[in-house]
């Protein structure tokens, strides 16, 4: 199953880790601007608890390659930019520290990359809860839905500074709503009131897959919310013909306004760079991640076209 996980990933890297990187270089500008005005904390974190391998099956570069390298070219970064990733399975581990340790100009980093291997669970997001975290980037790219949960992400934004992005596995956990055997990962996700409101109301009625998923990210995104994430910007993946949400979704959790423009202006950037692509393979890419018309009874996918169409080509 990770194998067949990884092989997928592998078409939609290109765009996922561009505007990952892309969104962390600039967070980390703003916070480091902010740290020199006010002379705060001299140090940035990246966290990445699902690292996977340093390369992807098509030999594309992974999201942590790309960070590292980008840090690597940024004087500021050299100097403050702690990184923590992680995998639970040790050969990812072991092909991560690889390509990070054949990075050339690795050794300019004050703070070499940290690479661990094990599970994501309570013995985490308590590390994290129960300590002053320097501002820090999170990025959560679970497969599936393990290890994903509300208290993971209020672990880490509870700190000034600190934001987070994850990837949200739409027809893994739309699928899991109303599956009993899973129904505690749900609840660690949603928040028990809010997994048994959705779980009653697809259970009871028949729920058009539109309305369904609107249902599913509205309140994902109102979790986010009451935890104190002012601004979530949910990205929505489509299959090639246009026609579906597929099992992967983005979600945006910024505590800063700018670092929330950052957000949109970085997914814009990204499916230009592949319009601009001339194979046809990245006409398709294209088309399976473009942003797609969202439902106007939505308040959450209102605003999103609102801005989508503000930024677009």
Known sequence: MVDEFFEEQAEQSQIKAEIVTKYFLVWAKIIIASQRKYKRENRVAYIDLFAGPGRYRDGSLSTP???????????DLCERLIAVFNDKDENNSNSLKQAIGSLPGIAKLRHQPQVYTGEVGEEVVHSFATRKLVPSFLFVDPFGY????LKLVNSVLKDWGCDCVFFFNYNRISMGLTNSVVQSHMEALFGETRAARLRQRFETDYVRPADRENF???EMTDALREMGGEYVIPFRFRNAAGTRTTHHLF?????????????????????????SQDSSTARLTLVARA??????????WKNCSLSIARAGP
């Open 65 to 75: 390659i790309m960070i590292i390298e980008n840090a690597i070219k940024d004087p």
């Open 251 to 275: 979600l945006f959790q910024s505590t800063s306004l700018a670092s929330s423009e950052c957000a949109k202006s970085c997914m814009t950037t990204a499916k230009r760079n592949l319009a």
């Open 216 to 218: 599913i990210i509205e």
């Open 146 to 149: 393990k290890g994903l949960s």
């Open 291 to 300: 942003y797609s018309p969202c439902a106007a009874r939505s308040r959450t």
